[in-house]
T-cell receptor, first 116, second 112 residues
Framework: GAVVSQHPSWVICKSGTSVKIECRSLDFQATTMFWYRQFPKQSLMLMATSNEGSKATYEQGVEKDKFLINHASLTLSTLTVTSAHPEDSSFYIC????????????FGPGTRLTVT | DAKTTQPNSMESNEEEPVHLPCNHSTISGTDYIHWYRQLPSQGPEYVIHGLTSNVNNRMASLAIAEDRKSSTLILHRATLRDAAVYYCILRDRNSGNTPLVFGKGTRLSVIA
């Protein structure tokens, strides 16, 4: 099956700093990628839809100026958490559909962010 | 997408079959039934999907009720590696590249 990678797999940063998370589709092109957030013992919550070459679409309640998304190519989307705070500590997961099929969403392994 | 209902948790003994139920009484005729699972500290992974007929693949089987208002994911022989949260998700076949919406899923524990 198709592979989606994320980097880093875990990161610790200090409050007030920014951190960038990369999501790559390794063996397929994806015009659309998605970013989810998952808190402990909870389900995945969609944060935003990343579109190659255009602005991301954010879900209600997600601050677009805090969670900057850039989808610069058909294989790379980045999520930057700006001015991170401890409440931003979470498991961030990206996913993508291969352009042109198949009809299955592929997920990255996730990035564990801890803000101290 | 229509709503699904799953038990919060289930437990199984290793090497025994596991039947994970999902109710979707408001399913429409064009909704596919998808199952994904999430192993601890990993992203979700696709398990299986179907429309009307039962489906089998190397990971599991999907049994769909005749009225399509419920389905069951069957793991034929549970291993410790199958301990995960299993999500049953309905998606309209015309939904294109829209994101999956996750409910709470069923947390499966496998006992050695």
């Amino acid at each position: 099956g198709a592979v989606v990678s994320q980097h880093p797999s875990w990161v610790i940063c200090k409050s007030g700093t920014s951190v960038k998370i990369e999501c790559r589709s390794l063996d397929f092109q994806a015009t659309t990628m998605f970013w989810y957030r998952q808190f402990p013992k909870q389900s995945l919550m969609l944060m935003a839809t990343s579109n190659e070459g255009s602005k991301a679409t954010y879900e209600q309640g997600v601050e677009k100026d805090k969670f900057l998304i850039n989808h610069a190519s058909l294989t790379l989307s980045t999520l930057t958490v700006t001015s991170a705070h401890p409440e931003d500590s979470s498991f961030y997961i990206c996913s993508a559909y291969p352009s042109g099929g198949p009809y299955e969403q592929y997920f990255g392994p996730g990035t564990r962010l801890t803000v101290t | 997408d229509a709503k699904t209902t799953q038990p919060n948790s289930m437990e199984s003994n290793e090497e025994e079959p596991v039947h994970l139920p999902c109710n979707h009484s408001t399913i429409s005729g064009t909704d596919y039934i998808h199952w994904y699972r999430q192993l601890p500290s990993q992203g979700p992974e696709y398990v299986i999907h179907g429309l009307t007929s039962n489906v089998n693949n190397r990971m599991a089987s999907l049994a769909i009720a005749e009225d399509r208002k419920s389905s069951t994911l069957i793991l034929h022989r549970a291993t410790l590696r199958d301990a995960a949260v299993y999500y049953c998700i309905l998606r309209d076949r015309n939904s294109g590249n829209t994101p999956l919406v996750f409910g709470k899923g069923t947390r499966l524990s496998v006992i050695a």
